[in-house]
């Protein structure tokens, strides 16, 4: 067996970054033709809140090593955000193709 990870919270928070931008595009790839852009808007959303948790923090550090926490504390509450609102924007899209679907319907 090898040693156990250590922690880095920027390679942490980069990668959350990440996957949270490749689910908004898969969620994109998904969704009809039509809606198909409305999936940047979580990470438009997450993004805001990630700046809002470093620019509130920021205030308060002493020490620049205390910027890697923050750092990752900004990514995991984008990172949520962005989940978030995907989910709300594939219920709204879900619900919207059922309606449209029920209208159709002889």
Do not use: C, K, N, Y
């Not at 990870?5 to 959350?16: G, K, N």
């Not at 689910?23 to 809140?49: D, K, Q, W």
């Not at 900004?74 to 709204?92: D, E, H, Q, Y």
């Amino acid at each position: 067996m090898g040693q156990p990870r250590t922690v880095d919270p920027m390679t942490d928070s980069f990668a959350l970054i990440g996957l949270a931008i490749t689910t908004a595009g898969m969620v994109g790839v998904l969704l009809p033709e039509g809606e198909r852009l409305a999936a940047v808007l979580p990470l438009v959303a997450g993004a805001g809140i990630g700046i809002l948790t470093l620019a509130l923090g920021a205030d308060g550090l002493q020490d620049p090593e205390d910027a890697e926490p923050l750092f990752l504390a900004g990514s995991v509450l984008g990172f949520i955000t962005t989940i978030v609102a995907l989910v709300v924007l594939w219920r709204r899209s879900s619900h919207a193709r059922r309606q449209r679907a029920d209208e159709r319907a002889p």
